[in-house]
């Protein structure tokens, strides 16, 4: 996907720069859509590093202050955190014209879609449909039909149509990615140890490689990832969730709103009344079958803000529907006979539905007050780890929805119109 990291982001930021090469008779003042200029573009890019507190770690490397760095050595995992992740609800705010700012969130839609390895039908449908539009619509907005800015259609416009037909013939994008490709080529190339017939002894490393993977294939139990087993103090839940310290070492006692909901929560699963006081043991961390690991505010809170990678917010789905939230720890509790682990979460409001429709599902933005809805629910709903950053929206500090490159993002297949009736 380095068509869309690297290829397409420098389409888009020179257009914006307006640093595209411009030959007569064009004229760079015509160039409405040139805003990131001057003191717009070192405000817009302290806004991106400013970020970076917000972005867990599992995202691994944070995007640069593009106006300081991007012309030195930035990488094309920050140009897509940039572009890609930070874009859509960054470039709200700097005056880029409507027209622009719909279209380019089009293609940042249709770029997240292709990047899950996983893309369900109608998904994948709704995204070619908006890929073949974007590629027309980048004519009529910059193009122009003017021979002077032919330079302005590049392959990576181009490309965005065939995403769909190629995913159905070799499957989705990111399993066969430049990034899959490179990591690839430099395993095999820690592995040569014959340096007077090096083709000849990468040539037989890439063909064991291809029988080690074919056996686990076949016999799944021989794929042992998780080699070194687990840190000392965690329980192993199962499924792939697994609780990790810290941890209380005597239980708690909780008041106030949060022991109200934990003691609701209990008393309406067959615990019966709870008198007395309520007390746990809080954990801190919870490792997800992605291998991302969800942190706590418990915890996070302890920090400066300059100190931490935030990877307390969870995306969940619960009963079909996904919501996001601030985890404020982990628990474990006996019901119905079973010891099952439970997460106290302070979810976020529900998405802005103007925002969300007007950027083609690429800005979930959502408000957040604390213990305004405060649940308690199993580990096993949470799904990933995400970023929500804080941004300015109608006046008002709202939090827009981030997630990493390559997991399954939040998609709701439209109704038709006979459903909605």
Not at 10 to 26: H, K, N, Q, W, Y
Not at 106 to 135: D, M, W
Not at 149 to 174: A, W
Not at 200 to 219: T, Y
Request: proline share 5%.
């Amino acid at each position: 996907m380095h068509w869309a990291s690297l290829n397409w982001t420098d389409l888009v930021l020179s257009l914006f720069r307006g640093t595209m090469r411009c030959e007569v008779p064009d004229k760079k003042s015509s160039w409405d859509w040139a805003v990131l200029t001057g003191d717009v573009w070192k405000k817009h890019g302290q806004a991106v590093a400013d970020a970076t507190p917000y972005l867990p770690g599992s995202f691994d490397r944070p995007p640069r202050n593009p106006a300081e760095k991007i012309s030195s050595g930035y990488k094309a995992w920050e140009y897509l955190l940039y572009v890609v992740g930070l874009g859509p609800a960054l470039f709200l705010d700097i005056g880029l014209p409507n027209k622009y700012w719909q279209h380019f969130c089009k293609g940042v839609s249709v770029i997240r879609c292709f990047q899950q390895y996983n893309i369900p039908t109608p998904q994948l449908v709704a995204s070619h449909e908006r890929a073949v539009e974007y590629a027309a619509e980048f004519e009529t907005l910059y193009y122009q039909r003017m021979e002077s800015r032919i330079h302005f259609v590049r392959q990576s416009v181009h490309n965005m149509p065939h995403l769909g037909p190629e995913t159905i013939r070799v499957g989705p994008p990111g399993l066969h990615a430049q990034w899959t490709i490179e990591r690839t080529i430099g395993n095999l190339g820690q592995e040569i140890k014959s340096h007077s017939q090096p083709y000849a002894n990468l040539s037989e490393r890439g063909l064991r490689r291809s029988q080690v993977n074919a056996l686990k294939a076949m016999i799944p139990t021989l794929d042992r990832t998780d080699q070194k087993g687990l840190p000392r103090g965690s329980v192993d839940l199962g499924a792939g969730f697994v609780l990790l310290r810290a941890r209380d070492e005597h239980k708690h006692h909780i008041d106030g709103e949060a022991g109200r909901v934990i003691r609701q929560y209990l008393e309406g699963v067959g615990k019966g009344r709870i008198r007395g006081d309520l007390a746990v043991a809080r954990w801190a961390r919870l490792r997800l079958p992605n291998g991302q690991i969800a942190r706590s505010a418990w915890k996070e809170k302890r920090k400066a803000l300059n100190k931490v990678r935030m990877a307390r917010n969870v995306k969940t789905l619960i009963d079909g529907k996904y919501e996001i939230g601030e985890v404020q720890y982990f628990l474990r509790a006996s019901l119905r006979g079973e010891i099952c682990a439970l997460a106290l979460i302070d979810f976020y409001s529900q998405p802005c539905p103007d925002l969300l429709q007007r950027s083609f599902d690429t800005i979930w933005s959502c408000t957040f007050e604390a213990e305004d809805d405060l649940r308690l629910v199993p580990v096993e709903s949470i799904v990933s780890v995400v970023a929500m950053v804080p941004h300015q929206y109608a006046g008002q500090r709202r939090y827009f929805l981030v997630e990493k490159p390559g997991l399954d993002t939040i998609w709701e297949e439209e109704e038709d119109e006979e459903e909605k009736a």
